[in-house]
Structures are given as C-alpha cells and as structure tokens.
C-alpha cells in the first residue's frame, strides 16, 4: 500500500469519527447546544482535522445527506423497470423513512429539522441537484410518460406535494410521543397522496 492510499485511509477514518462523534453528540444535546471544541474534544482529533473535512459545523449535516441520498440512489436502481411508476414510488418512500428512522433516528431528525428552522444555513432540504429529488422527479416524469398521472397536476406542482408529505410526516412524527414507526406513521398519508394523484 502506497503511503499516499495510507494517509488517504487515516484521512477517511478521522472524517467518518468526527463525523459519528459530531451526529450523537448534536442528538444528545441539539444543535445549537455543541460546538467544534465539543465534536474535537469527544473525537480526540484536533481543529485542524475538522476544518479539513468540513467547512462548518452545519456542513456536517451535509456529508451526511449526501451519504443518505447514496442510498436512495441504490434504493432506485433496484427497482425493476417495467414496474409500475407509482408503486414504486411507493416502494421508494417506504424504504426511505425506514432508512431515516433505522440510521438517522428521531433524536438526530428532530435535531435537524430544529437547525434547519433555525439558521438558513441548512440549505439541503430544498437542493434540487440532491439524488433525492432528482430520483423523485425522474419517477414522477415516468408516471407522466406512462398516463398514471392525472393531468392537471404538473411534475412541479407534484414533486412539491410529495416534498411535503415527506417532511410533515418526518416533523409530525418527531413531535409524537409513540413507539411507531416512522414507516407506519408517514405511508397512510403517502398512500393517500399518491392515490389522489394518480389514474
């Protein structure tokens, strides 16, 4: 192994620590609550090794979405083609909320949805270039092009609807005191959704 590939390995190592140590520590004591010195202190790297891998605290949650939005991708190319658009946009979100509560976890979303209220800062939840939208853009446009889509809703306007869905069922299910899923709790609305939009 080139000494380069080692020091690459060290430097992929010291993110993902800073990274984990950063994640727990905002869900155990909010966002606003901890600070660089904290994530460093608990990591045992150093400032430099935050500012290395990150630009900012918030940035933090960006390397993570950007991990998330991975897997969403992996979650589309599974999908088999000929299936049909709507169920597997169905398919899609219910593997998405599985994922948000089993790696993510309510402490962690409520954390992130009180930041990105908090500061404008947290501008990933509208970017449009996040495979997360670009996968739900191209499954509505399929759902279009296959005439499973009632006319008068456009690929805007529905793309938003099924944003919101997505976030109020997240925000509502954080605000609950219950032992449901995040699943159990979102798919009635996204059922309900996705059944009112199509033919």
Known sequence: MTEITKKQLRGEKTKKRILDVALRLFAEKGFNKVTVDDIVKKSKTSKGSFYQHFRTKPDVFLVRFKEVDTFYLEVYKSLPEDMDPIEKLTIFSQKLMRFLEEEMGKDLMKVIYS???????????????????????????????????????????????????????????????TDRSLESFSMPLMLTLLKGISK
């Open 115 to 177: 930041a990105a209220l908090e500061s404008d800062e947290h501008t990933y939840f509208l970017e449009s270039n996040r495979y997360l939208f670009k996968i739900m853009r191209r499954l509505l446009e399929e759902a279009i092009e296959k005439d499973r889509v009632q006319p008068e809703f456009s690929i805007e306007d529905t793309l938003t609807m099924v944003t919101q869905a997505y976030m109020g069922a997240i925000y509502h299910w954080g605000l609950q005191a």
